[in-house]
């Protein structure tokens, strides 16, 4: 098995289409392990993990959590919310001690841009970015390209759109990056107020009519409207929201074309997707949940592996 | 600081070409220095037994230069800076003349904290000037006693790092800094639309995900304060302007005849928003760093004179505040010990201007706009010089920095121009000039 070019996962803005294939090739491996009847494999023994999350989270969370178990590694937990933490206490300050405890690997949700690659420069440990801000969330888009190429056997070519807040969404940057090396088009749609300037310059098309967008799409990608969206004036109401970008069932059900619906969650159900879209037979939803702890998987057996590789190579 | 000495006897400059602030020009000349003071200034001296004879060929001779912005961060924030190691810090770039800004804890806002500055300042060789808040506690609310500060010494005033968002308050220190004759000096920024922007907003913020600060944050407030000057005929200066549509809106005001007159900070003549793709929070500046077209701009207004002066925006923070994650870590970075590198790369050596025009916008068009001392190579009077290499290139370190802060995204960075020794109240400080033979 081959090794990624890089010793970190901080984003997907400069990661190879190699190193993407060989994370995906990684995790359809992984994913048998996961229909096994004992799902747990001796691969990362020995290996020590901390998942530090500022900023709370369920899904990802559990998600990396259950990855370290199935690969046998000794995972420990720090929580605290950003805001938390005292304006005079650098993040340095906050990772010293962790990092004196001797990890192989921090993995990191923080509410700052640039929080995962501020980490990288202070420890020796490999870090992984599980969400930092309004910037990437490389395993999200990760589970992402890897649920799309389930379903349709290749992500080159495929037309896919991304709906929703782009502007302050660091799955739907992952997603830019992650979907444009793979090879497939892009098109962004949502409000004026949640397109971020010179987004094209990423190589997507951007649009503000939905009804127009949907036709023509392999997959739609759904995001979730945060409410207090309503506070800043990017939108006036949840209700137009959903009557100019809802991927509703009349929406659904209009197009002559079979559509692929995926979700990060969680679901603002009845908001940016109705009910009975999400729980469709068009739908990966919940595929994109399980493939979520494969990819997790690939990427700490991938990242740690290729340390020790370096480490033999050493002695 | 560390390698200053006092000079005693005589001292012959030899070799060197002066910088001339009458003729604009550079000429041969020598300089004699006896126990500190300028006694002589010729195109030639003819060296005696009793001169201590230092060889200045190559170099060049100007007097001092001046920063009309920087933040030496006394009273109260002297773990970041003080006027001791900001001095040092000024010396080490070619400086001899500073006017340090109101931002302070608390803020320079009455004429005993304009006098305490000014009186502190008199035992160093840099010559501080304070500028003075213009609303009490920079709150953009009440005027602060512009005439009694002008009295202790203020040459100007500036609520800086916070704008004065009210314009009718803006309206009212104009008018009334009028009866002193001094600047109204304003970081312009509409901080409405800056929002909680922490870069520049372009295709480099959509990229990091970062908040982007628009460049119509600065232009809108530009535009707003100089139609307030011109309506009530006063002085303003716009501070490190930093967007190409700003430069556009002086140069017409200034050909309307509004007595506006502007600055731009070396980092921003140099660096584009592309530096911050380090996620390196030494890049995180207020205002942010623009694209290229704003840096060219910026050169053009250098060299047509929009600009009038080259300042540094010295601002020293700690470096467990710069540790903190981007959002939290303080805008600013320390800049005079790497301003004369950073100026001469990006407009001599780029053939924007001429070493001259430079050394103008360094040495009298600051001193002019805050009408501090302009008086050059005054015979009898304690030598104001600094000498440096025009063309030296140098790769800038950690180890050039005299600042208590050590901030600077420069570290690593080939710089073009190197200060040797600095001149000043009868001592030098010296940074690689032979003295003897």
Known sequence: ????????????????????????????????????????????????????????STRTRLS??????????????????????????????????????KMDLVII??????????????????????????????????????????????????????????AHSRVALSNIYGLRTMGAEVTICGPPTFIPPFIEDLGVTVSYNLDEVLHGQDVVNVLRIQQERMQSALIPSLREYRALYGITLERLNSLKHELTIMHPGPLNRGVEIDSEVADSEHSIILHQVLNGVAVRMALLYLLLGGKEQKGESNA | MRNTELLTGKLLLTGGKAYLPESNSLEPRDLLIEDGQLVGMEPSIE?????????????????????????????????????????????????????????????????ESVRYIRQKQERLMVDIYPVAAATKERKGRELTEYGEMTEAGAVGFSDDGAPIMNGAVMRRALEYSKMVNKPVIQHAEDLQLKGNGLMHEGKVSTALGLPGAPGISEVAMV??????????????????????????????????????????????????DEAVRTFNTNTKVNPPLRTRADVDALRQGVADGTIDAICTDHAPHSLEEKERTFDLAPPGMIGLESALGIATKSLVANKVIGLPQLLYRLVVAPREIMGLPGEFYTEGKPANLTIFHPGEEWVFSREHVYSRSKNSPFYGSQLIGRVKAVLAEGRIANFGVTVGE
């Open chain 1, 64 to 101: 990396f959590e259950l990855a370290e178990k199935r690969l046998s590694a000794d995972s420990i937990n720090f929580s605290a919310s950003s805001s938390s933490l005292s304006k005079g206490e650098s993040l340095r300050d906050t990772i010293q001690n962790i990092e004196a405890m």
């Open chain 2, 47 to 111: 060296p005696s037994d009793d001169m201590e004879v230092v060889d200045l060929e190559g170099l060049i001779i100007s007097p001092g230069f001046a920063d009309i912005h920087v933040h030496f961060r006394e009273p109260g924030q002297e773990y970041k800076e003080n006027l001791e190691t900001g001095s040092a810090a000024a010396l080490a770039g070619g400086f001899t003349t500073v006017c340090c800004m109101p931002n302070t804890e608390p803020a320079i806002d009455t004429q």
């Open chain 1, 1 to 56: 098995m081959g090794a990624l070019s890089q010793k970190h996962m901080l984003g997907l803005e400069y990661v190879p289409k190699a190193d993407i294939e060989l994370i995906l090739d990684t995790a359809f491996s992984f994913r048998e392990v996961l229909d096994r009847p004992v799902k747990k494999v001796p691969t990362l023994q020995g290996k020590t993990i901390v998942n530090l999350f500022f900023e709370s």
């Open chain 2, 223 to 272: 535009f707003r304060d100089l139609r307030i000057a011109e309506y009530v005929g006063a002085r303003l200066h716009i501070q490190h302007v930093s967007v190409a549509e700003s430069v556009d809106l002086i140069r017409q005001a200034k050909e309307r005849g509004v007595k506006v007159t502007c600055e731009a900070t070396a980092h921003h003549l140099m660096l584009t």
């Open chain 1, 109 to 166: 949700r923080h509410n700052t841009p640039g929080s995962a690659h501020q980490l990288s420069n202070y420890v020796d440990a490999v870090v992984i970015n599980a969400g930092d801000g309004t910037h990437e969330h490389p395993t999200q888009a990760l589970l992402d390209l890897m649920s799309i190429k389930e379903k349709f056997g290749h992500i080159d070519g495929l037309k896919v759109a991304i709906i929703g807040d782009i």
